[in-house]
């Protein structure tokens, strides 16, 4: 659609503002990368390096792979008792819970898109056992990775975090419940009926014999990406080797793709969605990854949300077909 146009998330229900005929390209404009930093392969002043001290004196074994520990200021912890508030309109729950952070490689300098593929394929691993692990005590596992100073990560070695909680949170509530109404109405996963539908390709950006990667029709930041399993799966534990390898190749593609954008590392949030615990009575929902980036038109340019969008709903300018239009572009050479 050439005129301004609402499109619908099936995933959440929301709406968004879609202005195409707004002038601004992410890709036009002056590309105002900041001089790339390079990093050493090991940082004496880095928490997150092996054999190095965190801010709390804890001591990093000398790791060679993956590290997961228990986030020293952890938003969420598991010795809470359950307690309840309700006065009026005055309502409050108590949460229980726990965070950790998942060093990916004990290499300071590398990031997923730089990582060899057998060493993605470990974090992969990491993530598929976290969540098995911690889906037994918790009704919510949120493995994410925020990359870049933009996006609030307080530290360039290659890492990512995952909470748990009791709780089922606000966005995968909306995705549950759409994807159980689907479920329901058709008999079929949402988001696979979703991809038969993407068989024209405009909104792909890469594909797998077991994956597929796109700027979702409903996308709302820029450069946003969708990564869903082309076979039914509820979550990450029930991936299979093949699709673990596949996986390993399809992010370091994409992640690759985002930071020839602008030449520069790409900042995101990038997070999984599986099914909520127990999983055996969420077999409507698909396992499926989101990635939000912030910028727009430089690597300096970000978007952010205000006004209309705080206010009333989230807009964008540039259409989700021209946006993989240019991440297809920008594939390894
Ligand atoms: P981010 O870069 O996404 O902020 O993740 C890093 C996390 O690491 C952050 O949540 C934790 C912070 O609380 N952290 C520790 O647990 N120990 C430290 O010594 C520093 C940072
Ligand atoms: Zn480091």
Redesign the pocket.
């Known amino acids: 659609m050439e005129v301004p146009h609402r499109r619908f998330n099936a995933l959440t229900r929301e709406w968004v503002l879609v202005s195409p005929n707004r002038t601004e390209r992410p890709w036009q404009g002056s590309i105002e990368a900041p001089p790339a930093s390079g990093r050493p392969e090991y940082d004496p002043g880095c928490?997150l390096c092996p054999g190095n001290g965190?801010?709390?004196g804890t001591i990093n074994p000398n790791y060679t792979s993956t590290f997961v520990?228990t986030?020293?200021?952890a938003a969420l912890r598991p010795d809470v008792d359950k307690t309840k508030y309700n006065e009026g309109l005055l309502r409050a729950e108590s949460a229980a819970g726990t965070?950790r952070?998942i060093c990916y490689s004990p290499r300071h300098d590398l990031d997923m898109a730089s990582m060899d593929q057998v060493d993605i394929r470990s974090v992969i691993d990491l993530w598929a056992s976290q969540t098995k692990e911690l889906a037994e005590n918790y009704r919510w596992v949120q493995v994410f990775e925020?990359r870049g100073a933009a996006m609030?990560?307080?530290?360039p070695h290659p890492?990512g975090?995952i909470w748990a909680g009791t709780a089922l949170p606000n966005e995968p509530q909306k995705e549950d419940t759409q994807q159980r109404s689907h479920f329901e109405r058709t008999g079929s996963a949402l988001l696979l009926d979703y991809l038969d539908q993407e068989k024209r390709g405009e909104r792909t950006v890469a594909l797998t014999d077991s994956w597929a990667a796109l700027v979702p029709y409903w996308a709302v930041w820029p450069f946003e990406l969708i990564i869903i399993p082309r076979r039914h799966v509820t979550s990450m534990p029930e991936l299979m080797t093949n699709e673990r390898n596949d996986l390993a190749g399809l992010l370091a593609d994409v992640l690759g793709r985002y930071d020839r954008v602008f030449d520069h590392p790409f900042p995101y949030s990038f997070g999984w969605h599986g099914a909520p615990s127990p999983t055996s009575e969420h077999n409507h929902w698909q396992l499926h990854a989101h990635v939000f980036p912030p910028l727009l038109r430089s690597a300096t340019v970000r978007k952010h949300m205000v006004g209309y969008e705080l206010l009333a709903e989230e807009q964008r300018d540039v259409t989700a077909e021209s946006a993989a239009a240019r991440l297809r572009s920008l594939g390894a050479t």
């Open positions: 928490y965190r801010a709390n520990f986030n020293d200021f965070c952070v925020n609030g990560a307080s530290n890492h975090q």
